[in-house]
């Protein structure tokens, strides 16, 4: 069957099985491999993607649910050339250690401050309750949310982005 829908906001049309996870056609057929998979039974999180904007688990989406629809994997956070304010903040603030879960849960904050751009420690728990970090024990990837709520704009104040002018001097 062909399936046809916008990925981080380009228009792909692919032939696919119908049986085709949501996961394995992002990552096999259209070589975005950021979208992480892991348990195939919901429980782990490292699959999200945004679909029409929310978090999906994409182990259990299959292809074709998404036609038509608009997806948004971690390849389509930065724009312009510009880190999104959660890559940032994930950079700032240590959000990461082996990484695995990291494009999903960047994903995951990345809805929550389109829904709530100010949200609290409690809300933004609750928001990555469903997905599993083995390393972090979350205090930091919180902060990493944290960071991203309080620079919106994401003006380069992360180290790393080579947009701060005393980095860009150093």
Not at 17 to 27: D, G, K, T
Not at 37 to 59: A, I, M, Y
Not at 80 to 100: I, T
Request: proline content about 5%; hydrophobic content about 35%; overall charge negative.
């Amino acid at each position: 069957m062909q399936v046809s829908m916008k990925v981080n906001g380009e228009d792909v049309t692919r032939e696919i099985e119908p049986r085709v996870l949501l996961v394995h056609f992002i990552r096999e057929e259209l070589g975005l491999t950021g979208t992480h998979w892991g348990c195939d039974t919901t429980n782990c999180g490292t699959c999200v993607v945004l679909l029409d904007g929310q978090p999906v688990k994409s182990c259990t989406v299959l292809a074709a649910s998404a036609a038509g629809h608009e997806v948004r994997t971690v390849e389509g956070l930065a724009s312009n050339g510009s880190l999104d304010p959660v890559q940032q903040g994930f950079m700032a603030e240590h959000g990461l250690q082996c990484g695995f879960c990291t494009p999903g849960m960047m994903l995951t904050a990345r809805a929550l401050l389109d829904r709530n751009p100010h949200p609290d420690e409690l809300q933004i728990r609750q928001a990555i309750s469903g997905q599993i970090c083995r390393c972090t024990g979350y205090a930091t990837i919180v902060r990493s949310v944290q960071w991203a709520a309080e620079h919106p704009a994401g003006a380069g104040d992360a180290p790393g982005t080579g947009t701060d002018e005393e980095e860009v001097r150093a």
